[in-house]
């Protein structure tokens, strides 16, 4: 049986790219967690990145909502790559990572890029972001480097917070 969350996610890919329409946001009851930050992360069949995007936090009523809006922005919004085309579809792999709430933490010592993604935040707005559990990403400096450089973040010069998160994966 398929994950109702991922099915959701490639039927409105798929709805979109095909007819330019979206699908309702409709999910079972019983597997509807509240309203949570979700990304979109699209694979080609040889694994590659294909598109991510999503929210940090619930920006819209449901998780429903949610799921449809950023599959479909990670179809077709997502700069590091062109608009998914309809002969995509077929072997695209689709995971949507349901994010728990962040919590501040002191220094990348606290991070472990298995267990739990980043955020690093500075004053004047900028920020990035890096999921948990990605391969190639092994240490938490690493991970921290990374999702500093998404952000144009300089670590030794930019004054920034940090967060770590849990998700829970669907794919």
């Known amino acids: 049986m398929s994950d109702p969350l991922v099915e ?27 309203g949570a930050g979700v990304f979109v992360s699209l694979h080609s069949p040889d694994g590659s990145l294909r598109g991510c995007l999503g929210t940090i936090a619930a920006a819209k ?13 990670a179809a077709t919004r997502d700069p590091r790559f062109p608009p998914l085309a309809e002969w995509e579809l077929e072997g695209l792999r689709v995971k949507v990572d349901v994010l728990h ?6 220094g990348v010592e606290e991070l472990d890029p298995k267990r ?7 004053e004047d707005g900028r920020q990035a972001l890096l999921l948990p559990d990605l391969e190639g990403v092994e ?23 940090l967060y770590r998160f849990a998700v829970t994966r669907h794919d």
């Open 116 to 122: 739990y993604g980043v955020i690093v935040r500075t």
């Open 101 to 106: 709430p962040p919590e501040e933490i002191a």
């Open 61 to 73: 009523p449901t998780i429903g909502e949610e799921v449809v809006g950023n599959a479909v922005a």
């Open 8 to 34: 959701l996610a490639r039927n409105a890919i798929e709805k979109w790219v095909r007819e330019g329409a979206e699908v309702a946001a409709e999910l079972p009851a019983e597997v509807a967690p509240k």
């Open 139 to 161: 240490e938490a400096q690493q991970q921290f480097r990374l999702t500093c450089r998404k952000a144009g973040i300089h670590p030794e010069r930019d004054r920034y917070r």
